[in-house]
């Protein structure tokens, strides 16, 4: 869906028409593998997405909570237990915070693995006749345009990783809290 996506939004896909037709069009031209043009850098993506996206939320929260002002919360926190507090109040580094460091994770998880996006939607626009294969495609990318267009197009998808990213976390946190979980 994602190869369909892509050649439906780029120069001239408005023609093919509608997602049934670019993936007629796709499987009658390129044939039916040619769906999964861009799988092998989403799959090597994936190991250091994560990686970075929950280590660097646990960086910032384990230091946080050893901080002065997070021990001092935990503290707060543990005399409040007897008190009925509402599931957001008893988010251990708070809602802004929690909302913060889940940004700041899911940047630096964007950063870290975007030049695997953009050989991604690369190879997805590849015609038949001068099909590269991933490593290629990084090395005529880079060729072209530098390292820096490794990163083209990464402020549009930060815009929408942020929020993503920190709702994700938000919604952890505080699922957890409500069920119980440790």
Do not use: W
Not at 28 to 49: I, Q, R
Not at 123 to 138: C, I, R, Y
Not at 148 to 172: E, K, N, R, T
């Amino acid at each position: 869906m994602d190869t369909i996506r892509t050649k439906m939004v780029a120069p001239g896909g408005e023609a093919l028409g509608g997602v049934i037709r670019v993936f007629r069009h796709m499987v009658e031209t390129e044939g039916f593998f040619s769906l999964y043009k861009g799988l092998v850098p989403s799959l090597v993506s994936m190991a250091p997405s994560g990686a970075v996206f929950y280590g660097v939320y646990d960086v910032l929260k384990t230091a946080y909570l050893r901080s002065p002002e997070g021990r001092n919360r935990l503290a707060l926190m543990k005399r409040q237990q007897r008190e009925e507090v509402n599931a957001i109040d008893q988010l251990e580094l708070g809602p802004a915070r929690t909302l913060l460091y889940g940004a700041i994770a899911g940047a630096c998880a964007e950063a870290t693995t975007y030049p695997f996006e953009v050989v991604r939607r690369h190879l997805q626009m590849q015609v038949q006749a001068n099909k590269l294969n991933a490593f290629a495609t990084f090395m005529n990318i880079v060729d072209k345009g530098g390292a820096p267009a490794l990163y083209a197009g990464m402020i549009p998808s930060l815009l929408q990783v942020l929020p993503s990213a920190s709702i994700s976390y938000f919604v952890y946190e505080f699922m957890k809290i409500v069920l119980k979980v440790e």
